[in-house]
């Protein structure tokens, strides 16, 4: 991979190891900081994330994982490059604040663009805070274009599912000889709907981590199914929210039966909230989780490359793939 290097004193891409663990965090938490400062939140110190979390980003990843080094061989940039069947994203991207501004936020961005490419991703996108004009113009002069937001929404599990029978099947509670089928079944029916999406690969590192589970929606096949995260995502904080990290629905109501089978999810496991980041183009979805009580938390303006657009599933349809962690 040939790539313009703005700084000769940089060196990479590289492949990150665990013992990147520290840095990673420590730069994670410094340049996103310095960017809630410049657009004026001036008392938002973003906290550094859980050590599973980062576990799993990397090994979701793989060689998509991504560092630069300096010329004291400190890590000075990193960007997360995923890639789920066809569907290629970034994220967490960053580069540490003394070294923004000097063109390695370009390279960082290319080097993970090429990669996919290279992939054979059909989809390659990204998200970023749609306050932030600065970083929208960088992403666009790289050719990304706006899209459609996503809205995280949180509710209460607790409330909302006193008495509920809902009946769903939990990846973690099937027998281990079932566990692949099951998963395989998931990957088919997505596929008839969103051809080359393939999220096994979450379903299973996910589980295998301890750090959440798969729930299914059945009655003659599968009809819908979520990822989900139970594991903090700040490091030495508690369990908070139960949070949506892939989701998928053939109607409205196995939609609204899968909200409902998460907040049982998060009920049993003490946990108080359920959060899903709902891309606004399911605007029928939207108004399900508002009229069921949920609360708009926060934005994303979603962003895809030219020439390689998101996925999008029948009318009536519901996909929610997280590009975030």
């Known amino acids: 991979m040939k790539l313009w290097r703005p700084d000769h004193a940089v060196v990479g891409p590289e492949v990150p190891t665990e013992a990147d663990f520290a840095a990673l965090n420590r730069i994670f938490s410094d340049a996103f900081t310095d960017r809630y400062r410049r657009d004026g939140l001036v008392g938002v110190r973003v906290p ?8 799993y980003a990397l090994r979701d990843a793989g060689p998509g994982a991504m560092v630069w080094r300096d010329e004291d061989d400190q890590l000075v940039a990193f960007n997360i ?16 604040p003394d070294r923004q501004g000097l063109g390695l936020g370009k390279a960082v961005v290319q080097a993970a663009i090429e990669w996919l490419k290279e992939q054979g991703a059909g989809t390659i996108g990204l998200e970023t805070m749609p306050r932030t004009v600065e970083n929208i113009g960088f992403y666009s002069r790289i050719g990304f274009s706006p899209a459609h937001l996503t809205i995280t929404l949180t509710g209460d599990a607790a409330t909302n599912v006193r008495a509920s029978r809902q009946r769903f099947l939990r990846l973690g509670e099937v027998p281990e000889s079932e566990q692949t089928a099951l998963l395989a079944a998931c990957r088919d029916r997505l596929a008839r709907s969103a051809p080359g999406c393939d999220y096994t690969r979450e379903h299973e590192l996910t589980h295998e981590l301890g750090i959440g589970d798969t729930i299914v929606i059945e009655h003659g096949g599968v009809q819908g199914f979520a990822l989900w995260h139970s594991a903090p995502l700040a490091e030495a904080r508690p369990a908070e929210e139960l949070r949506v990290l892939k989701l998928f629905a053939d109607s409205a109501d196995t939609f609204a039966r899968l909200i409902v089978a998460l907040e049982i999810c998060a009920a049993k496991l003490r946990i108080r909230r359920v959060a899903i980041r709902c891309q606004t183009s399911y605007s029928g979805a939207y108004r399900q989780l508002i009229e069921r009580g949920y609360r708009v938390r926060w934005t994303d303006l979603r962003m895809s490359l030219a020439g390689h657009p998101e996925s999008i ?7 929610f793939s997280n590009w975030e962690i």
């Open 313 to 319: 599933v029948p009318e009536g349809e519901v996909l």
């Open 48 to 55: 550094p994330l859980n050590m599973q979390i980062w576990r």
């Open 81 to 96: 490059a995923h890639r789920s069947g066809l569907e290629g994203w970034m994220g967490p991207l960053a580069v540490r």
